[in-house]
């Protein structure tokens, strides 16, 4: 019982890293209607920017501000100067330019700081919530994170002005121009918060999987059915799939059917759970008109 | 027409011209363009998005070595058979995908890429598979004792079955089914009301498609001599996508300049930059993308048809991307 | 008259040139001022972090030819990126063969990377020397002539952990973690052989993928068997994972690590020092991190041409000393062709290593090669980490 509930822990723990970057897709995917495939290598070349800071003597809560603050410009100008000329063209050359990207950012990652890992520190106690055995702080502070920038984005594209704007630039560019919204700064803004967010979540996976230009490309991939399993237009439901996955992987992996085909039957189960809501857990049924 | 036969006379004349290594490069870029049209038929023309068809390609390749090491089979037999079973797999996954549709298919096709090496390393048909050694297969000799070294008989036999199988290619999509297909990503709705059948269409293309690159697969495996899970990893159907785009989304003829860009680019940037050689390859990525939308095809397609001036002939089907 | 003496000048001719000749034997790649190598190293990929290996060789060269080279001829190796995929390995050994012309292929690196060519080498007769994996087919003269390994069998570094189990705590249950490839399978056998019949003492077995974040639920798993020996292969970022994960949950092993996952730098650091403390495994160079090394003569050596050839590099990464180690037994191979650089005589040369001692490897451990034995090494250290470093103990194993 007692390693029942360990591996449900553990793979909490694991579900809030891929929760933490499921939310960087789903805040894309809000505000652009693409999932952008490079959001796992912009947030590690963000941790290595962290990471340089910290090196050169910055405490670590200036570094995490900083390093978010530049992502967050690196993401508006990404858009305006890379996505803008795609932006009407058909969604595989969109695609396209996202794994271009995901594959510049990976090799100008390794050629700078080589491949060997690194450390990256963590700002949460090294001991354990109560000393407990099973889940440590940092990955308890990994989920609290994340769960508090899920609210904090429900309640922006609830609650302001803004955030209803981006949603309306990205359900229905053409009618939200009437109405005076600026579109391409809205998906500009929407590019700068999901890098804001995909920074964030590197700088809380590093400490867990440590820093080397790679150290994404697993995490994307869960990730991604993370978000989709919850419904790739609901932050809430990302944050629950990034968790469900995490459980699933691990109780798959320790009772069903051992190690070697975890990946396997995990990523089975997922597809099965789209079979049975095509759209995801949570996410909207489309209902499209003749 | 004249125009196709210099360039298949050109095809025929180059394993004479250039080195054996060579051979073996342009080898790779027949057996990809094959991938490549399969692909196209499928996410082109019939806007089913798929990230996963480096496991078909894999299953191909697998079949291959196994009925050639464990039978004794000779290599010419095994790419019907890689192409039926491959047919069997695709239709059989495009079933269940027909509920799926833009990045929900995208994840579950890549979900089957992701999962293949660990799939072919299962140690339940590790006799079979060779495990995570892989298989290594014995290239064949050009037959009747004729005077062509292995890469050049090679080359010419896949060449062959490129040309049998963009003919059979170009006829399917050409005729009513092409317009069935394309019909379907357009606007599916539509194309049902005038009486497609969807589910069935839509699953036979995702089995032609995943026949096409199992044929490819087998014979990739015959020209490499080799076979292991490490081969097949997801970073092939990416790879297989951005030749799709590069060359030209629905279409024929992008078949063969997306095969030509993922097979000599990644060289090329490697001699420009030993540092960050996939940079330089990012760039390229962009580059295309921008300055040729509809890739290579289309591009090739526009300066042909400014250089005729207004006389030039229209395509019965004008290529757009597939649905989001 | 006139065509007897043609032909006696002819003969003459060729005899005399045939004496100018004899001396110098030249295979494809080399002249009287180059020798031409050949490798393909993971750059980019999965396996990315062992390109420093390519890196380390490609130095090591340029200070022998700083230096005037190998019997006054520069060594120009050519190290091609094939970013751990076996079909592009193929590509670059054929590029690097045919159209580059190389004298020899040298450290390839990756099992499957080799696997893909081996047969093509042999074929083709090229020499496929010192090849950066531990896999325990490499060593089959009789098949496979042309091919030689470099570092201790993956098996036989297995087998010395499994008798050390036996000999210290028999009896016990033993965990594993490996990596689900021929890396990680080819160490478990090993212990498996190892242990003989007693390979009932391994109660639970998990693997993981290079793909894996984090190796956080198979270490759950293996901690709820009950073991009390654990041994970890793995590739040094799990490595790091595990020795971590072990600790924090509290679980208390007998913990050996693989050799591979044995730098300090790479591994034990980031894992946390005082978390690693206690971790057994076998070494067979030296540590780079090491005080004990300070005044050894390889070793400053090695720290010399650190400084001055790969200034930004981090000198406690293992895989620059291993790099250095394999490059300079290639310059000593190389050296003892002299002036005969065919491919038949630098087989012979790599397959008549006697004694080598390199500045990198530990006091004791000999390189040797014959024609019947492709094994180069076979003897190992075990070490145990006390938090600072890896302390030697017990004497140098295996013939």
Known sequence: ?290 | MLGLLVLLAAAVALPFVVSNYRVFQFNMVLVYAIVLLGLNMLTGYNGQISLGHGAFYAIGAYAAAILMDHFGWPYWATPPVAGALCFVFGFLFGLPALRLSGHYLALATFALAVAMPQILKYKRIEQWTGGVQGIVIVKPDAPFGWKLTPDQWLYLFTLAILVIMFVLGWNLLRGRVGRAITAIRDHPMAAQAMGVNLALYKSLTFGVSALYTGVAGALGAVVVQFVAPDSFTAGLSINFLIGIVIGGVASISGAVYGALFIQFVPNFADQLSKAAPWAIYGIFLLAFVYLMPTGVAGFVRLAWRRMRGAKGREEAIVPRGADS | MKRLSMGIVALAACVAMQAAVADKKYGPGVTDTEIKLGQTMPYSGPASAYGAIGKAEIAYFQMINDQGGVNGRKINLISLDDAYSPPRTVEQVRKLVEEDQVLALFQNLGTPSNSAVHKYLNAKKVPHLFIATGATKWGDPANFPWTIGFQPSYQVEAQIYAKYILKNKPGSKIAVLYQNDDYGKDYLKGLKDGLGDKTGMIVAEASYEVTDPTVDSQIVTLQGSGADVMFTIATPKFAAQSIRKVYDIGWKPLHLVNNVASSVGAVMTPAGLDKSTGLITALYMKDPVDPQWDKDAGMQRWHAFMKKYMPDANTSDFNYVYGYGAAQLMVMVLKACGDDLSRENLMKQAANVRDVTLDVSLPGIKYNTGPSDYFLVEQLQLARFDGKRWVLFGDVIGK
Request: proline letters at 4%; zero cysteines.
């Open chain 1, 1 to 290: 019982m007692e390693a029942f509930l360990h591996q449900v822990l553990s793979g909490l723990a694991t579900g809030g890293i891929y929760a933490s970057l499921a939310l960087a897709l789903v805040m894309i995917y809000q505000s652009t209607n693409h999932i952008n495939f490079a959001q796992g290598e912009m947030a590690m070349f963000s941790t290595y920017l962290a990471w340089n800071m910290i090196n050169a003597g910055l405490p670590y809560w200036w570094a995490f501000l900083l390093t978010v603050t530049i992502s967050f410009a690196a993401g508006v100008v990404i858009e305006r100067v890379i996505i803008r000329p795609v932006e009407n063209a058909p969604v595989l050359s969109v695609i396209t330019v996202f794994i271009a990207l995901l594959v510049i950012f990976n090799s100008v990652a390794g050629w700078i700081y080589s491949y060997t890992i690194k450390t990256f520190p963590s700002p949460f106690p090294e001991q354990p919530l109560f000393g407990n055995r099973f889940i440590s702080s940092h990955e308890l502070g990994t989920i609290g994170v994340t769960l508090a920038v899920l609210v904090a984005l429900y309640a922006f594209f609830r609650f302001t002005p803004l955030g209803l704007a981006m949603r309306a630039a990205a359900q229905n560019a053409t009618s939200s121009r009437l109405v005076g919204i600026r579109v391409g700064w809205m998906l500009a803004l929407g590019w700068g918060l999901a890098a804001a967010v995909g920074a964030i979540a590197g700088m809380l996976i590093a400490p867990i999987v440590y820093l080397e230009p790679n150290m994404m490309s697993g995490v994307l991939l869960y990730a991604f059915a993370a978000a989709l399993v919850g419904g790739i237009d609901n932050p809430f439901g990302a944050v629950l799939g990034g968790f469900l996955v995490g459980v699933l992987e691990n109780v798959v992996g320790a009772y069903v059917v051992g190690t070697e085909l975890k990946l396997t039957v995990a990523l089975v189960l997922i597809v099965g759970v789209l079979l049975v809501k095509p759209t995801g857990l949570f996410g909207r049924v489309f209902v499209t008109r003749v």
